[in-house]
């Protein structure tokens, strides 16, 4: 697939960055705004770098990475390797995925491939347009390739990415020869890769749970993009991924759409009445964890993670009664728009001081950045945290806070 690579040495960036500049107008957005004069050169560069090694071969990555041990065993054991990270686009969505692989091969005729070798041929898998198993299975197509070995076992654990429907958690793997029969060698498998099942596959996704078939916006960022990959040679696997790209454009940046704003339903004052004042006076913490999908705004590419939001209030049952009926709401209403995290935690922030009534108020909210797990290993278990705080900030906010986070991390 000769995807925005070749269109960038051909010159046709420009082209390609006019697209993306129509496709933000189609959206609802301006394209002279600030935090999105430089998107069109940033998404047609992540593009480049999610499909960089769609033209690779097995033997293109391994180069001379095969050596011969030394020794007198022609069956000399087992190597294994955890937790290789990648991202990767969804043939059938054109939404990333990411997660990680663990490789496992017998070795056979005592040729040992490079350990930095399988991490590339991982790589290279997932740096192009294709679906979870098919990633799984080519990786372990081209390790029996080179190594020779009959018994290759590769897992994959991968979080899928849509603005319409929760994020799935998907496992694939792919198992071959005497791993796929004898006991003994599935028992030596599990005990590598500390698998706690080692044939488990599970490729449940949620239905979605919107229907657009007849919005007309859709149709129309449909059109921007295919306007996009168009312009720029690139040669899709199907129509129907675009379709499907373009409701999650659609519902990505729903937030933004007016008539989707969030109403905010203020608490009232607390009852101050003098037999009630000494209840009143006391405060303490009210809190809640938020899961989120946001967009970044200069790569349009997904973030995800959680926002914990605490107060100190007087009130705590008429502010828990605001966090589900108000704050949720909201938070799901400003992820929906093209983002960065430092403004959607600070909006956050903003609303939850519209709707509760408190001097004091703490929003952390931590996520993972496809834009960063995209671009080449290092960064694929950064988690960014950012803070807002609104008045004085009391200990047992700050604990709690720390305490909801360290349960309910990102990674
Ligand atoms: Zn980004």
């Not at 001379?64 to 990270?85: H, K, M, Y």
Request: charged share 20%; hydrophobic share 35%; with cysteine.
């Amino acid at each position: 697939m000769t995807i925005f690579l070749a269109a960038a040495m051909n010159g046709y960036v420009d082209e390609g960055h006019e697209a993306v500049r129509e496709l933000l107008t189609t959206l609802g957005e301006d394209p002279r705004r600030q935090g999105l004069v430089d998107t069109p050169r940033r998404v047609v560069e992540a593009w480049k770098e999610l499909t960089s090694c769609s033209q690779e071969t097995p033997e293109n990555v391994v180069g001379n990475g095969v050596f011969e041990l030394e020794t007198t065993d022609a069956q000399a054991g087992l190597v294994s390797l955890r937790e290789i990270p990648f991202a990767c686009v969804s043939v059938d969505t054109l939404m990333p995925f990411h997660g990680n692989c663990h490789v496992a091969y017998k070795i056979a005729q005592k040729k040992i491939l490079g350990l930095s070798k399988v991490a590339r041929i991982v790589r290279s898998a997932s740096k192009r347009i294709q679906s979870q198993q098919q990633l799984t299975d080519m990786v372990a197509e081209a390790i029996l390739k080179v190594t020779g070995s009959k018994e290759v076992a590769v897992f994959v654990t991968a979080t899928h990415i849509y603005y319409d429907r929760p994020l799935a958690s998907v496992k694939t793997s792919r198992l071959t020869g005497k791993f796929t029969t004898s006991k003994q060698e599935i028992q030596d498998l599990q005990l590598v890769l500390q698998l706690d099942d080692a044939s488990e596959s599970d490729l449940q996704i949620e239905g979605c749970r919107h229907s657009l078939q007849s919005d007309p916006l859709v149709e129309r960022v449909r059109h921007s993009l295919s306007s996009l990959f168009g312009r720029m040679r690139c040669t899709l696997p199907n129509q129907t991924s675009v379709y499907e790209y373009s409701r999650q454009m659609y519902w990505a940046t729903v937030g933004s759409r007016d008539a989707f704003a969030p109403s905010v339903q203020t608490m009232q004052e607390p009852d101050s009445s003098d037999e009630e004042n000494d209840r009143s006076s006391r405060t303490s913490v009210v809190s809640c964890v938020v899961e989120f999908v946001s967009t970044c705004e200069h790569h349009l590419l997904p973030f995800h993670g959680q926002v914990f939001i605490g107060c100190c209030t007087r009130d705590p049952v008429a502010a828990r009664c605001c966090l589900s009926r108000s704050i949720r709401p909201g938070i799901a209403s400003i992820a929906s728009r093209l983002q960065v995290q430092e403004q959607l935690t600070n909006q956050i922030a903003d609303h939850a001081m519209s709707a509760l009534n408190t001097d004091s108020l703490l929003v952390i909210c931590e996520a993972v950045h496809l834009c960063m797990i995209a671009r080449g290993p290092g960064t694929h278990h950064t988690v960014t945290r950012t803070m807002c705080k609104r008045g004085e900030i009391s200990k047992e906010l700050r604990d709690n806070g720390i305490a909801a986070l360290r349960r309910t991390s990102t990674h």
